[in-house]
């Protein structure tokens, strides 16, 4: 596609739920990343996947989060047992080089 | 680690001009880039300075002094669209994640 897809834009869970968050990234690009932002703070790095090469988990807050990467394309973020403090917009970006261009996120809400 | 100040709010009327100030403090530096983030949308890529100076895109330029751990972001001929949120970014050396200020709010009133 054009740009990074994410999807669902919007998702409401219960504390305790597991959910699942996807992005499609630029067609071609190689770096794929996620970030979390949360209300008053900045972007904070979540994994990075580069090629066939192993993440970098180390940005992930808990063992609570993962995420895959299939073909080398399509991203899946899993949060299991959601907690409030979980709630933040979860941003993707993807990159070819130096740029990342990122979509637009998945806003997330634990009640 | 990366420490990334910039301020919260900025306030500017159409037409005028504001800089934007980014200071950081890092292990490493390979880069410093700002973004343009409207609510609810993606944020979107404005710059990038690896080298000390000026460059230019428009309305829009980026500073960078490396000794002094400081860029600026100058928007000139504001415009009501420019209303949104300013991203300050910096990648360190053999690092490819970028470590970002909080943002700073620009509202361009009439």
């Known amino acids: 596609g054009a740009g990074v897809s994410q999807s669902p834009s919007n998702k409401v869970t219960e504390k305790g739920k597991d959910v699942e968050l996807r992005c499609d990234p630029i067609?071609?690009?190689?770096?794929l990343y996620w970030y979390r932002q949360s209300l008053g703070q900045g972007l904070e790095f979540l994994i990075y996947?580069?090629?066939?090469?192993?993440?970098?988990k180390s940005g992930l807050p808990s063992d609570r989060f993962s995420a895959e990467r299939t073909g080398g394309s399509v991203s899946t973020l899993t949060i299991q047992r959601t907690q409030q403090e979980d709630s933040a917009v979860y941003l993707c970006?993807?990159?070819?080089?130096?740029?990342?261009?990122f979509g637009a996120g998945t806003r997330l809400s634990v009640l | 680690g990366q420490n990334i100040d910039q301020p919260t709010e900025m306030t500017a009327t159409e037409g005028a001009i504001v800089q934007i100030n980014c200071t950081y403090q890092?292990?490493?530096?390979?880069?410093l880039f700002w973004y343009q983030q409207h609510a609810g949308e993606a944020p979107t890529f404005l710059s990038y300075?690896?080298?000390?100076g000026l460059e230019e895109k428009g309305r829009f330029s980026s500073f960078l002094s490396r000794s002094k751990g400081y860029s600026y972001l100058l928007l000139k001929e504001l415009q009501m669209k420019d209303s949104a949120s300013y991203l300050c970014?910096?990648?360190?050396?053999?690092?490819?994640?970028?470590?970002f200020g909080a943002g700073t709010t620009v509202t361009v009133r009439a």
């Open positions: 970006a993807s990159s070819s080089g130096g740029i990342q261009y």
């Open positions: 067609s071609g690009h190689t770096a």
């Open positions: 996947f580069q090629g066939n090469s192993a993440p970098d």
């Open positions: 890092t292990s490493g530096f390979n880069g």
């Open positions: 300075n690896v080298l000390d």
């Open positions: 970014a910096v990648r360190g050396t053999n690092d490819y994640k970028l470590s």
